[in-house]
């Protein structure tokens, strides 16, 4: 009798396909990458030994592939042990051996389909069975053969009605989690940063798919939440976790799509020369819309596909750039500026790095007390080169709508361009946020509540969007709903500087005690940045408490301070506004007028400026603004 080679591999409930190389539990196919299939497969083949990590790595990766074997192992490990519903803690099928290899721990079987045998069945490895006792397992498999097909048919239903949940509830909101730095120098962190960033960029710009900010998810870098844990928390369908491992001039990533129920969806590798790690950003990017089902318009798909070879060291500049610009201080502002420098000087046509160092010299003019029309004239400047190179990038777009806004006050520009970087990237955060701001200055509460929640979908982390929904809710009078907002984010952050306009609510709702308390915790906390604005409060809060003689000396710790070094115009309009000399305080606005201070955008909404609105000269001014009443 003519023994044939097996065919089918039985363990458990599940079974082995070695022809097609199929994994199937209960007949039913299961999804499982080439990867773990091959380290099923050998050590099903030494079944009860022990294989070593070393044999397995070198079966896996042959030599000369480019990876990082423990990491790549342990992952392939972890995917065969989710598909066999198997545990390290308790294992029923694959056993670690201390930090020696693996062991296959069941009982494995070889179901042998011979032609000249009609009795041939199923046999286990290592032995061959007599005929009485094969004829014996016959008949007890026969006459398990109806309760057996009852439990297929029942798991077979059950699995899809699940796939049919699957598909009507699709995955639309996605959070790509920070990509793991596996090089051992931890300088090397901006660079997994920042390719998190840009993948999240990519993903953002798709129709149809909400995907959460860096600075959302930049608190699970350490987490050792579980990954379903993150996604309830995010609100999100989806999760991309992954590594990154850069060695010269090479780059490789790693990265897989699990779903809020951590369900493995899709797992891949990819190695690059690191003057194509744009390509492989939208290679990336693709491959991810593929496996949510998501369909790509024609302009995505063109988007995606043009790219263009990048000096590496360039793109490591512009990463360092991103790294400190997101810092937000003057000093690392000024730093981001350094880098963005360095990466055009390499590549004059990158215009990432352009929009880069817009967006860096438009912060600092807020930051730092270099002349503010110096700082955004370079900003301007960058934001057109960056729009000459490339006119779909959307975060030059957002630059220009904010010089725009905050500078020019020219709002129907300002709206145009934040509509068209929304347009070209339907899930930049900052574009619905900074556009919900200059609904706000022109007094369309209403919409920019909306953009503001659009905005806090894609970053529900972010302290300054948690804020700027206070400041809106504070400009339309809803001065409590917008305390409560202001203390969330200082419970979060108690140094936030934009949440300590829940001074001013204090103080249009008469809560002077509660005003003050909260000066002295930000005076406290931030003397440096809080000075000028503690003394202007402090002046408006004893003048109207009625205690004149606190508020004058309030008023000349302000002015010793400008006479030091000289500060912006609007702490000075405000302790005039609370002194009643309004005269003075128009005085003070005209110079924030001519200086372009930030205080000028607030004009139409701020409550503070209520005792002015009267006034020819205020009017005038809110017309030269664009602002008129």
């Known amino acids: 009798m003519a023994v044939r080679e097996p065919r089918v591999v039985r363990f458990g409930n599940f079974e082995l396909d070695q022809r097609t190389c199929e994994l199937r539990k209960h007949g039913l196919r299961i999804k499982l990458q080439q990867k773990p299939l091959h380290a099923l497969n050998i050590l099903l083949g030494r079944q009860g030994e022990v294989v070593s990590r070393e044999e397995l790595q070198r079966s896996l990766w042959p030599d000369g592939v480019f990876v990082d074997f423990d990491h790549g192992l342990n992952t392939a490990i972890k995917k065969l042990r989710d598909a066999l519903g198997d545990t390290a803690a308790a294992p029923r099928y694959i056993a670690t051996v201390g930090r020696q290899g693996y062991r296959f721990a069941a009982d494995v079987q070889e179901i042998a389909i011979g032609h000249a045998d009609p009795d041939s069945t199923t046999v286990p490895i290592g032995a061959r069975e007599p005929q009485s006792e094969r004829n014996n397992r016959r008949r007890i498999a026969l006459s398990l053969i109806a309760a057996s097909l009852l439990l297929v048919l029942g798991t077979a239903l059950l699995l899809y009605r699940r796939a049919l949940n699957i598909r009507t509830h699709p995955i639309r909101s996605i959070a790509v989690l920070p990509l793991k730095n596996l090089s051992s120098d931890p300088e090397q962190e901006y660079f997994s940063e920042g390719l998190t960033d840009e993948l999240i960029t990519r993903l953002a710009s798709l129709e149809g798919l909400r995907v959460i900010s860096q600075t959302s998810v930049a608190q699970y870098r350490e ?66 819309a593929t496996n949510i089902s998501l369909s790509l318009n024609p302009d995505e798909r063109e988007q995606l596909a043009a790219s263009r070879p990048i000096d590496p060291e360039a793109h490591a500049d512009y990463l360092q750039g991103r790294f400190y610009w997101s810092k937000r201080t003057a000093d690392d502002l000024k730093t981001a500026i350094r880098y963005f420098e360095q990466a055009i000087a390499r590549d004059p046509n990158y215009a990432n790095a352009h929009a880069g160092l817009a967006d860096s010299y438009m912060l600092l003019s807020g930051y730092s007390a270099a002349p503010r029309n110096e700082s955004i004239s370079e900003a301007r400047a960058e934001a057109l080169r960056a729009l000459q190179i490339d006119k779909r990038l959307a975060e030059a777009h957002v630059s220009l709508a904010a010089i725009a806004q905050n500078y020019d006050w020219d709002w129907q520009f300002a709206e145009t361009e934040y509509q068209r970087a929304i347009r070209l990237d339907p899930g930049q955060a900052n574009a619905h946020h900074w556009h919900a701001e200059c609904l706000a200055f022109q007094g369309h509460f209403d919409e920019a509540l909306h953009e503001i929640e659009r905005a806090r979908e894609l970053d529900p982390m972010s302290l300054i969007i948690g804020a700027d929904k206070g400041v809106i809710l504070y400009f339309a009078r809803q001065y409590w709903p917008a305390i409560e907002q202001f203390r969330s984010v200082l419970q979060k ?137």
């Open 493 to 629: 952050e108690p140094n936030f500087p934009r949440a300590r306009v829940v001074i001013g609510a204090y103080e249009q709702q008469g809560l002077f005690k509660d005003a003050l308390s909260d000066l002295e915790n930000w005076e406290r906390l931030d003397p440096a940045m809080s000075m000028p604005w503690v003394w202007a409060h402090r002046t408006y809060i004893y003048a109207h408490s009625g205690e004149q003689a606190r508020a004058q000396r309030a008023l000349e710790q302000l002015q010793s301070l400008n006479s030091k070094r000289q500060i912006d115009a609007g702490p000075f309009v405000l302790a005039y506004i609370g002194l009643g000399q309004k005269d003075t305080a128009l005085g003070w606005l005209q110079k924030a007028y001519l200086e372009h201070s930030p205080a000028i955008a607030g004009l139409k909404v701020d409550p503070v400026y209520d005792p002015l609105r009267s006034d020819p000269r205020f009017k005038e001014l809110m017309r030269r603004v664009g602002l008129a009443q």
């Open 223 to 288: 987490s050792r939440k579980s990954l379903p844990a993150i996604a309830r928390e995010l609100q999100v369908d989806a999760l991309v976790e992954g590594s990154v491992l850069r060695s010269g001039e090479r780059v490789r990533i790693t990265a897989q799509l699990v779903d809020s129920n951590d369900r493995h969806l899709w797992a891949e590798s990819y190695e690059r020369d690191q003057r194509d790690v744009l390509s492989l950003q939208n290679e990336l990017t693709r491959e991810i």
